[in-house]
């Protein structure tokens, strides 16, 4: 299996721009992740589905940041508009059971200017 | 609700040197505890997981933890570091049962120095 892939990895845009942020996780896993990392923060928790339902946003900071995942086997991750503070490293895991580790996809990079 | 807490931002120590990362769990119930290190530029790879049985914990590249329920502690060990052992140190946790919610620490950077 290749692992959870993630598209981009870097991207760079300027303010008030749409971002999307594109995941495909381990096909057969049915809990998928997004998380943002900052030298400020660490690891946040953005939001998870289960069987491609959303169960907890709690983590997505504000109305521009929306998440989806249409089908099993992909997920978005959308700002719009963009701000610099937005600029961190956006990761997508994915898990098959509850007790098993989250697979981590290599991040996008994400800068805004 | 659950947390996550590694007092320890960073963590220095020579080359050949033992070494042990802390981690502070708070949850009321059962909970599955895991360890990630990230390297530069990469994402997070799982060191170990405790889910049940032993409290000694045994994981890749020579690392090892101990679940510790009275003490709600989870700390990472490695009795002699190398330089490569550098990189960042994240401890997670989540729930047992249905409630699946991956919840991580704000990690430590290990430094090994020659």
């Known amino acids: 299996d290749a692992g959870v892939i993630q598209s981009p990895r870097h991207e760079v845009t300027e303010m008030g721009q749409e971002v999307t942020l594109r995941c495909k996780p381990i096909?057969?896993?049915?809990?998928l992740f997004w998380y943002r990392q900052t030298m400020m923060r660490g690891l946040e928790l953005l939001i998870y589905?289960?069987?491609?339902?959303?169960?907890?946003d709690s983590g997505m900071p504000e109305d521009r940041f929306s998440a989806k995942m249409p089908n099993a086997s992909f997920s978005t991750l959308k700002i719009q508009p963009s701000e610099p503070r937005d600029s961190a490293v956006y990761f997508c895991?994915?898990?098959?059971?509850?007790?098993?580790?989250?697979?981590f996809g290599q991040g996008t990079r994400l800068t805004v200017v | 609700a659950q947390s996550v807490t590694q007092l320890d931002s960073q963590v220095p120590v020579f080359e050949e040197a033992p070494v042990e990362l802390r981690c502070n769990y708070s949850s009321s119930v059962s909970v599955y505890l895991f360890w990630y290190v990230q390297y530069p530029n990469q994402g997070l790879q799982l060191l170990l997981k405790y889910l049940s049985g032993s409290t000694l914990v045994k994981g890749i590249n020579g690392f090892e933890a101990e679940f510790n329920k009275s003490q709600t502690s989870f700390h990472l060990r490695k009795p002699s570091v190398h330089i490569s052992d550098t990189a960042e140190y994240v401890c997670s946790v989540t729930l047992s049962g249905s409630s699946y919610k991956l919840i991580f620490g704000s990690g430590t950077r290990l430094l090994v120095r020659p």
């Open positions: 895991a994915s898990s098959g059971t509850a007790n098993t580790e989250a697979f």
């Open positions: 096909s057969g896993h049915n809990s």
């Open positions: 589905f289960n069987n491609n339902v959303p169960i907890d």
